[in-house]
């Protein structure tokens, strides 16, 4: 779910008809694997605790968050093995629901939900890069927007330059949770956890469960990627399923066994305390270089997402630039440097103005998560209708994997969606707030906007 939403991943293209699917379970399962295990896990966990009356509805949460992603990446991957093609969601919701659906979702991801993305994940590197080097009092910000802008300029330059960049970066974040759950299973605190103060929202169970949940399920975005894994997974209508359960159950596996760590380590008011998690792990269990080294390490996972995230993203502002003729603008593409410079430069924009509303706020991450969150999980519940819809509408279509226990599925995924808006409408304070605005300002674009052609 860019993730991040969710994490980035290269957009998929249609597989010609003389290539064969080549990828087996246990691969697919890797590449689910890795694309969803990512930078979330070293700066949601404190957020959750702040959602969290007690230590076992802590780790519910993290239970409950491998349950939504399981039966989310069941929706997603019908959708994918009957639909490969690259648009995503925004051709699942044109398909099912009409083409003026799909350019809000469009917008909606051009001016919310990806830029929000690249800027949540910027002050996540921001915390930990002004460790390394303080800025001072608005240091974090600094450093969120000099990697915005230092990322975007990489990438007008050219895509090579970018790719290389992420190859790089790709098994750190591996690594460094590795290094973090070690450290934190073999750290002994020189003091008792401190009691758990009550949270902000105590009068409020439903709306404090439901944030919670809203940063639980960002750690776990990228579960959405599933969906392009059918079309090369050997045998999907097998396999999908084997897939699935593998990698939710590895993932989840791997999340409740580092917070019940973290739990340990800090107790649950420590563990809210705790804005760089990785580096007062290591601070803790190996001393000040060995923090500072996972703190480095930390920084270049983040520039690796911020980096994937800003190629993705760009290139759904030059899909969108292609398919609405008063938006052509958006599709301009540069020979020399194989990429869309002008989605870059507006993308990279937008970003920074996001980056500005963090600097302002009293917690920058917590109020970027609410700007994009009603608007992310509104479109997730349509994208979970349109399994129905789009077995309605399209019966004849051949779907390679199929959601077992239909409809079942779906049918959880938009219940959890639909409370995930309202608890991030109501609960989560004024950035949500801007987030629906520009929503709602994308509207009168549907009067005179007319898409040329259905996307691929």
Not at 74 to 95: D, H, K, V
Not at 406 to 425: E, F, I, N, Q, R
Request: with cysteine.
């Amino acid at each position: 779910m860019t993730s991040i939403p969710p994490r980035a991943a290269a957009l998929p293209t249609r597989m010609r008809q003389d290539e064969k699917p080549g990828l087996s379970v246990m691969d697919a399962t890797v590449v689910l694997v890795g694309v969803v295990i990512g930078i979330g896990i070293f700066g949601f966990p404190p957020l959750v605790a702040q959602h969290a009356a007690s230590d076992a509805i802590y780790i519910a949460l993290w239970c409950a968050g491998g349950l939504v992603m399981l039966v989310g990446a069941l929706c997603y991957a019908e959708l994918g093995s009957a639909y490969p093609g690259a648009g995503g969601e925004y051709l699942y919701l044109t398909r099912a629901w009409g083409p003026r659906v799909g350019l809000m979702f469009a917008w909606a991801r051009c001016t919310v939900i990806q830029t929000g993305a690249i800027a949540v994940v910027a002050y996540i590197y921001g915390d930990y890069a002004q460790r390394l080097m303080p800025l001072g009092a608005y240091g974090t910000a600094a450093h969120a927007a000099i990697s915005v802008v230092a990322l975007t300029a990489l990438n007008m330059v050219g895509t090579r330059y970018s790719k290389r960049l992420q190859w790089a970066f790709t098994l750190l974040t591996l690594v460094a949770l590795g290094a973090v759950l070690v450290a934190s299973l073999t750290a002994t605190g020189d003091t008792a956890a401190p009691p758990a103060a009550p949270s902000p929202l105590a009068g409020n169970p439903a709306g404090l469960m439901g944030m919670g949940m809203v940063f639980v399920l960002l750690t776990y975005g990228g579960w959405n990627e599933a969906a392009y894994l059918s079309g090369e997974l050997r045998d999907p209508g097998r396999n999908m399923s084997r897939v699935l359960l593998i990698g939710t159950a590895i993932v989840t596996g791997a999340y409740v066994l580092t917070n019940l760590a973290l739990l340990e380590l800090f107790g649950l008011q420590g563990l809210r305390d705790t804005p760089a998690l990785g580096a007062d792990v290591m601070q803790t269990a190996a001393g000040p270089y060995a923090a500072a080294l996972l703190s480095l390490t930390i920084c270049a996972t983040a520039l690796s997402t911020i980096n994937g995230t800003i190629i993705t993203g760009a290139r759904v502002y030059y899909a969108l630039g292609r398919d609405v003729p008063r938006l052509h603008a958006l599709a301009g593409w540069s020979a020399r440097s194989e990429t869309p410079v002008a989605a870059l430069l507006v993308q990279g924009v937008i970003t920074l103005l996001l980056v500005g509303l963090g600097a302002v706020s009293q917690n920058s991450v917590q109020t970027l998560v609410a700007y994009t969150a009603p608007v992310f999980w509104l479109f997730m519940l349509l994208v979970a209708a349109s399994v129905w819809r789009l077995r309605q509408r399209d019966p004849d279509r051949p779907r390679p994997f199929r959601v077992p226990l239909y409809p079942l599925p779906p049918l959880l995924l938009g219940l959890t969606c639909a409370g995930l808006v309202y608890s991030s409408a109501v609960y989560a304070g004024a950035g949500a707030l801007i987030g629906l605005a520009v929503l709602a300002a994308g509207i009168p674009m549907l009067r005179w906007v007319k898409p040329a052609r259905m996307p691929d």
